[in-house]
């Protein structure tokens, strides 16, 4: 392949999920496919943040805001640059959860293996609705002191959530779920 040369779709990359304004950082490693569309990525962030698509979402390069009907036709491959492609990813456009995307190393699949693929993370994803990165930092103070006056409330509501316990086991099998998805014969249509 030379350096103009078009990327075969069939090609899979590594994009590297970074939570923004997290300490300690919260992220997340994958293998997708180049094919996938940017609706489809927005999928993956989704299961490997253990997420609900519950919110509007946008996808945004360097130099444009990517609509979510552009982003449904729009694939992945269509955006990498050489050596590495950065994306933001904003989530829940209330709480404001802003992804940087990693994109890097574009290269032949690994035969029997199903794509999209879960690598490596850290960090458990806040949970939901909880008022993005400020309202998610405030709840974790809460939660570190029993005697505060909203202990017991925001206790009841993150339940067995524990911010320094990340179980990759539920991501891979939601990525699982999105690779056989993929993997499925299509039906055909018919008349």
Known sequence: MTADAPLPPELIATVRIDLLDTEPPIWREVEVPVAMTL?????????????????????ASDSEEISQSRAAKLPLLDLLRPRKTKLLYTYDFGDCWEHQLTVTRPRPPQMGVAYPRYVAGEGAAPPEDCGGIPGFYAQLDILADPHHPDYDEIKEW??????????????????ARIAARRSAPKKAKTR
């Open 39 to 59: 609706k489809q990525v927005h999928g993956v962030i989704q299961a490997v943040m253990e997420w609900q698509d519950a919110h509007l979402w946008s996808f």
């Open 158 to 175: 993150l339940g067995d959530y524990d911010p320094g316990v990340f179980d990759e086991q539920p991501v891979k099998q939601r990525l």
